[in-house]
């Protein structure tokens, strides 16, 4: 099973950037699909944004157009590029790695806090 280690998260102001990063311990170009979710105090968690393995991407409709969702396979890594970040984007940031038999594997998540 693919373990999981997010980082990049932090305190940023309205309006700022944030890049998350999510290593994973073995190839990545042979998953399914790799994705993004988050995690607001006392509501579910959510999909941010996917990438599967054709290299396509989607995206939650409160996020499109700020962030990006991308992977480096050399690096067996995939990001979050969070641009023009609100308050309302303050959460705990997971990864997610969905193999093609069904099994998923979770990062511990990293926190984004967009305050002033």
């Known amino acids: 099973q693919v373990q999981l280690v997010e980082s990049g998260g932090g305190l940023v102001q309205p309006g700022g950037s944030l890049r998350l990063s999510c290593a994973a311990s073995?190839?990545?170009?042979?998953?399914?699909?790799m994705a993004w979710y988050r995690q607001a105090p006392g509501k579910q968690r959510d999909l941010v944004a996917r990438?599967?393995?054709?290299?396509?991407?989607n995206y939650a409709d409160s996020v499109k157009g700020r962030f990006t969702i991308s992977r480096d396979n050399a690096r067996n890594t995939l990001y979050l590029q969070m641009s023009s970040l609100k308050p309302e984007d303050t959460a705990v940031y997971y990864c997610?790695?969905?193999?093609?038999?069904?099994?998923?594997?979770w990062g511990q998540g990293t926190q984004v806090t967009v305050s002033s």
């Open positions: 990438i599967i393995s054709d290299g396509s991407t």
């Open positions: 997610n790695a969905q193999q093609w038999s069904g099994l998923g594997s």
């Open positions: 073995g190839s990545i170009s042979s998953l399914r699909a």
